[in-house]
């Protein structure tokens, strides 16, 4: 029996007076190893520190989490005009050239939430900082005074596209989803295919043209309980076969 596939998983850094520490939701790394059915490998956020080529050659498939933090908007030229937003430049710094670095080696990548936002940022695309003071869309964040499965409970429709990997893997044209994200797609990246769109017109999930292995990247968080949703472990199990690929000719 071969050894099940290698995700890395790169980390959020976060300070706990007085030391940093570098750490991964839960819930991602639940739906890596149940509905993947992989391993998943928490990536330290130390890009200076680590030859990240040679970390992404070394896995099997890449999984970009979201986070509370926003990528910084240097980034895609935007203005850093929110004082109050939690950043992460750590993770900005090792995120970025990992999702590159995998699209260029047919390295499996499935991008969620914040992953969804790098991603499009990566391919040179740009983001709203704040979509709900944005004109003709409503506000898609939770409220954190809800239990969490009522955060993570259906808010919102999407259009699937027809003929898309979305729409085969759900095997309709239109399902509901959760809605946590501060931030959302201004400019969407050119060399991408549009798989997803909110009820608001906001685009929520997107392929990659041309990509010589699985390469996903979705707005909601399809990680959460991942195996009770037959779309949410559709996605995940999708994911998990390229990867189980990638790793089937690693291993040859």
Not at 69 to 82: I, K
Not at 224 to 230: D, G, H, M
Request: charged share 25%; net charge negative.
């Amino acid at each position: 029996m071969r050894p099940k596939p290698i995700i890395g998983v790169p980390a959020d850094r976060r300070v706990l007076e007085p030391h940093p520490f570098h750490m991964a939701g839960e819930k991602y790394l639940k739906a890596v190893i149940e509905a993947a059915d992989a391993v998943p490998l928490i990536v330290p956020v130390l890009a200076d520190d680590l030859a990240i080529d040679e970390l992404v050659d070394q896995v099997d498939g890449v999984l970009l989490t979201g986070s509370p933090s926003d990528l910084e908007p240097r980034h895609y030229g935007g203005e850093s005009d929110d004082p109050d937003a939690l950043r992460d430049p750590h993770r900005d710094a090792l995120t970025l050239p990992i999702a590159r670095h995998a699209l260029e080696t047919g390295v499996p990548l499935f991008a969620i939430c914040r992953g969804f936002q790098e991603l499009n940022v990566v391919l040179g695309g740009t983001l709203h900082q704040k979509v709900s003071d944005v004109a003709g869309y409503h506000s898609h964040k939770e409220n954190p005074d809800d239990p969490l499965d009522v955060q993570y409970g259906p808010s919102h429709p999407v259009t699937l596209v027809e003929g898309g990997l979305l729409a085969r893997l759900a095997g309709a044209g239109e399902v509901m989803v959760n809605s946590l994200h501060g931030q959302g797609i201004a400019r969407l990246a050119d060399d991408v295919t549009v798989e997803a769109v909110a009820d608001d017109g906001l685009i929520e999930a997107f392929t990659v043209d041309g990509a010589t292995a699985f390469a996903l990247a979705v707005q909601w968080h399809p990680e959460w309980k991942a195996t009770s949703n037959k779309f949410s472990s559709a996605m995940f199990e999708a994911f998990g076969d390229a990867c189980r690929e990638r790793a089937g000719k690693r291993q040859v």
